[in-house]
């Protein structure tokens, strides 16, 4: 592998996008180093620091493989992209268009995620169509819907928190998921709500600011304990509550049965703490400071995701901050491109430009774009679990393709997952690893990554960024753009249908996106490259982009946000089976299913595997010890793990990373129920037990 120039870019990873510059040199052809730029402030974190070595990981795939005689086999290209357009088309005429699925990931570029959603649409037919972003920001995206009639993960540059007095965040470590992050609230107060005291709760605590510690699945009673004395202590602003949003006395009236000894009762967070968190959050709105409300999955992942969401919204809109200078409610939103991703067709009710697909204008919108009729669209399909759930069944897809994801680890309820993809007359999966998921295919596509390919990536805050090419992919890769185009000539289709060039497909997207909620029309990539900063909504050339939404109007009709009732309702019980309550999430060292973290030397090191963080009483109780090897079980499966005891974790609670796979899995355990608004399975929350491994402890 050989370099070209120094290369400005940004990390692979997470939705912070930090900037980074990659230079020749180095056993992966590339080193890495931080760039000074607004989100990152010329930070990096371990992840960042590393990520040249998946470039060279030593079972990066170069070559196709096909399924012969049980075993992954390489082929040619030729061969395998015919083999996956002789099982589509078998598929196909055996049970209709649907009998094809689509699963896509949230860290494709907005190029790669917009013609795989055209690809589906067009050249399959398909409605079984969805990423797994839909296990990150789907409810969040929902409750944003909802409250200001779009859904845009920050509306205001990262860089607007540094001026803050209070922060409060909900279900979020940035601590550990996004390091660089922190250096925008060096100065701020932090209230963080978290079950666990986390490496962020805990930075709160030495700061002088707040953990607010409650049993996991009962964050929503803790929002509406704090909208309660935001109301009864006068701290609300009634101004912009009236000037500005609907719906405030239906949420109020709700509210006023929440007050603090309710709430502690239920969630076991103290009054005193219940009190001093609105009071200063209510303290700093009222003297003009800067106020803010971010929220992450620790309060997004559940069931009821989106009521919850929906709760920390109606404490923002109460406090008044969201569209305010200086203020404001976001969500950290957590894929490299989980914006990107779903504002470009990924999802299975949308269209690109955040379109609705059972929106007729919409649809004759996009369908122009992309020269085909209007009515050979079809309609919304099932959401991510749901296809998922269906694979192998009579009325299910027989084949699916795979593109940028893991499911066999990163979905809910992992093993029956794996159970249904097993199922698939044909399964296909474009990876640049031999994932879990490419290790049960029949058909694998290796394809390019990202210091290999041109692109845009879409962060947290809606801005528009440029990946650039720094080496050249291993001969016998290709990038995802061309295997769409393959399969689609294959298909019937005609080849300029389905561009390569990443910057022609990008101008297309621009034009589908046009007069859409996230209009790109006006972020060519001459302006990018340029250096302007550029965030959506933005519909012409000569615009300059939009870094702070709503500070007008929402994008309601009448211009007003919605205050959106919700009401509690008590987190699956635990019961003398399974007596204690489990939350997965993420660790410093590893990111997401970890396919790519895990091939890193120094990361693996680092963590090499799932533990189980305990409070040493409730290790005790279960006959463990530091060390031990326990096996976590759930009314839905087991994992084993390595005990690891923390003073500071509640007595009724576990903590597990996500990131292993096989036995160690974490979502072996997890619950398959689904918000029904979102959609969003119950990830963060399953009642379990623990069981020593007889005789068994680990080695470190």
């Known amino acids: 592998m050989t370099s070209v120039d120094r290369v400005d870019t940004h990390c692979p990873y997470c939705a912070l996008q930090c900037a980074t510059t990659l230079t020749p040199g180095g056993p992966s052809g590339v080193t890495v180093a931080p760039r000074d730029f607004p989100t990152n402030r010329g930070g990096l974190c371990r992840k960042g620091w590393t990520a040249p070595a998946v470039l060279a990981a030593p079972d990066r795939l170069t070559t196709p493989l096909v399924r012969s005689a049980g075993e992954l086999r390489p082929t040619s290209w030729e061969h395998a992209l015919d083999v996956v357009a002789r099982g589509i088309a078998d598929a196909q005429q055996k049970g209709g268009a649907d009998a094809v699925g689509v699963f896509g990931g949230g860290g494709l570029t907005n190029e790669k995620a917009y ?14 169509l969805d990423y797994n972003g839909r296990f990150c920001m789907s409810s969040a995206a929902a409750a944003g819907l909802r409250a200001f009639g779009l859904d845009r993960g920050l509306p205001f540059p990262l860089a607007d928190l540094g001026g803050a007095d209070v ?12 390091p660089p992050l922190l250096a925008h609230l060096t100065t701020a107060q932090l209230v963080v709500v978290d079950p666990r005291r986390s490496a962020t709760a805990q930075l709160a605590v030495d700061r002088g600011g707040m953990h607010l510690q409650p049993a996991p699945g009962t964050d929503l009673a803790v929002a509406l304990g704090l909208l309660h004395v935001v109301f009864t202590e006068g701290w609300w602003d009634r101004d912009y509550v009236l000037e500005r949003t609907r719906g405030v006395e239906e949420v109020r009236q709700a509210a006023a049965a929440w007050w603090p000894e309710r709430v502690e009762r239920v969630t076991g967070v103290g009054v005193g703490d219940l009190r001093r968190a609105a009071a200063a959050l209510g303290a700093a709105r009222r003297d003009g400071a800067g106020v803010y409300v971010l929220t992450g999955r620790g309060v997004e992942q559940h069931a009821n995701g989106t009521a919850t969401t929906s709760a920390f919204i109606n404490l923002a809109l109460a406090l008044g901050l969201p569209g305010n200078p200086g203020r404001g409610y976001g969500c950290l939103t957590g894929q490299g491109n989980g914006q990107g991703g779903r504002e470009h067709g990924q999802k299975s009710d949308q269209l690109p430009g955040y379109r609705r697909i059972d929106d007729p204008a919409a649809r004759a919108h996009v369908a122009e774009v992309w020269g085909v009729p209007a009515d050979s669209l079809p309609g919304p399909g099932r959401t991510a679990y749901e296809l998922l759930d269906a694979l192998g069944t009579p009325a299910g897809p027989r084949a699916l393709l795979v593109f940028g994801s893991n499911p066999v680890v990163s979905a809910p309820r992992a093993a029956h997952v794996e159970e249904r993809l097993s199922a698939l007359d044909l399964l296909v999966v474009a990876d640049v690893v031999p994932s879990e998921t490419a290790r049960l295919a029949d058909v694998v596509l290796p394809v390019t990554q990202w210091a290999e390919e041109d692109g845009t990536m879409t962060n947290l805050e809606g801005r528009v960024l440029r990946r650039r090419r720094a080496v050249p992919p291993p001969d016998g890769v290709r990038s995802d753009l061309e295997v769409l185009r393959g399969l689609a000539e294959r298909l019937g289709q005609p080849a300029e249908r389905f561009p390569t060039d990443p910057s022609e497909v990008y101008d297309e997207l621009r034009a589908a996106s046009a007069g ?10 001459a302006r990018l490259d340029a250096g302007e900063a550029l965030y959506w909504p933005c519909p012409d050339r000569t615009h300059p982009g939009t870094p702070r939404m709503f500070t007008e109007r929402f994008a309601h009709p009448d211009g007003l946000a919605r205050f959106v009732p919700v009401e509690f309702t008590p987190p699956d019980a635990t019961s003398a089976d399974y007596p204690l309550y489990a939350t997965v999430g993420r660790t410093l060292a590893q990111y997401q299913s970890g396919a790519q973290t895990r091939r890193v030397p120094e990361l693996t090191a680092a963590e090499p595997g799932t533990y189980v963080e305990v409070h040493p009483d409730t290790a005790a109780l279960a006959g463990l010890a530091d060390g031990d090897l326990a096996r976590v079980v759930a009314r839905n499966g087991a994992t084993r793990a390595t005990v690891r005891t923390d003073a500071r974790m509640r007595q009724d609670t576990v903590f597990l990373p996500f990131h292993f796979p096989g036995e160690e899995r974490a979502n072996l355990l997890t619950d398959p129920r689904l918000d029904p608004v979102s959609r969003m399975p119950e990830l963060k929350l399953c009642p379990v037990r623990l069981e020593p491994l007889a005789g068994e402890r680990t080695t470190s």
């Open 516 to 525: 859409g909620v996230a209009d790109y029309r006006g972020i060519e990539w």
């Open 115 to 128: 013609l795989l959603g055209k690809f589906a649409r067009v050249a399959l037919g398909t409605s079984q």
């Open 167 to 178: 922060v409060l965040l909900a279900g979020a470590n940035p601590a550990e998921t996004m």
